[in-house]
Antibody, heavy 120, light 107 residues
C-alpha cells in the first residue's frame, strides 16, 4: 500500500524552528517528486515546497529563505526544515507525492498531515 | 500572478448533478486537477489532466476545461460526496496554485 506518514509537528514560539519528516512506503520513493502543502484552520490549501528526483528544490515567496526541503532516498524520507517561524505558518502540513509532467504537475498521494502551531 | 476562482459553496439534492467551477484567465490552456477533502481528512486526487480519473475514483466524477472555466461534474450525487473540492494548476509565475475551495452540500 502506498503510504505517507508525517511527523514532527508541535507548538513552537515565533522565531523558532521545527523540522518535519515524512516517511514513504509502498512505492519507489527516489523516482518521484515530493511536495509539502499546508492548510490553515478552516482555510484552503497552499503549496509550500517541492523537491525533484535530482534534488532540485522549489518554494513560493512566502517561505523562500526560511524553509528548506530535503530528501533522503536511502531512508525513503522527506523533510521540511522550518526556521524563523511566524504565526501565519500555523497550519496542518501535508506531505504529498508528485505526479504529472512539466506544466501539468499534480499530487496523487497525500499523508494525513502534521499540525504546526506557532504561538507564544 | 495567476488566480483561480471557485464558488464558496454549491448545494445539490441526492441523485442530481453537481457542477463545481474553477475560473482562471485562459485556464483552458492549462492542465487542471481536482481534489476532494472530507472533514478531518487529507485531500484525495479525483481528477487529473482536466478529465482523467485515478483508479478507484467512481465514473460519476468527470472534468472538463475550456476557455476561462474548468468544471468538475459529479453525477448522481450521494451523501458521501459532501466535501470541499479544490482545483489546482501549475503556472510558471505562481508554481503550484490551488483554488480557494468549494464546499459541496448534499441537501
Amino acid at each position: 500500500e502506498v503510504q505517507l506518514v508525517e511527523s514532527g509537528g508541535g507548538l513552537v514560539q515565533p522565531g523558532g524552528s521545527l523540522r518535519l519528516s515524512c516517511a514513504a512506503s509502498g512505492f519507489t520513493f527516489s523516482s518521484y517528486d515530493m511536495h509539502w502543502v499546508r492548510q490553515t484552520t478552516g482555510k484552503g490549501l497552499e503549496w509550500v515546497s517541492a523537491i525533484g528526483t535530482a534534488g532540485d528544490t522549489y518554494y513560493p515567496g512566502s517561505v523562500k529563505g526560511r524553509f528548506t526541503i530535503s530528501r533522503e532516498n536511502a531512508k525513503n524520507s522527506l523533510y521540511l526544515q522550518m526556521n524563523s517561524l511566524r504565526a501565519g505558518d500555523t497550519a496542518v502540513y501535508y506531505c504529498a507525492r508528485g505526479g504529472g509532467s512539466y506544466g501539468s504537475y499534480y499530487m496523487d498521494v497525500w499523508g494525513k498531515g502534521t499540525t504546526v502551531t506557532v504561538s507564544s | 500572478s495567476y488566480v483561480l476562482t471557485q464558488p464558496p459553496s454549491v448545494s445539490v439534492a441526492p441523485g442530481k448533478t453537481a457542477r463545481i467551477t474553477c475560473g482562471g484567465n485562459n485556464i483552458g490552456s492549462k492542465s487542471v486537477h481536482w481534489y476532494q477533502q472530507k472533514p478531518g481528512q487529507a485531500p484525495v486526487l479525483v481528477i487529473y489532466y482536466d478529465s482523467d480519473r485515478p483508479s478507484g475514483i467512481p465514473e460519476r466524477f468527470s472534468g472538463s476545461n475550456s476557455g476561462n472555466t474548468a468544471t468538475l461534474t459529479i453525477s448522481r450525487v450521494e451523501a458521501g460526496d459532501e466535501a470541499d473540492y479544490y482545483c489546482q494548476v501549475w503556472d510558471s509565475s505562481s508554481d503550484h496554485l490551488f483554488g480557494g475551495g468549494t464546499k459541496l452540500t448534499v441537501l
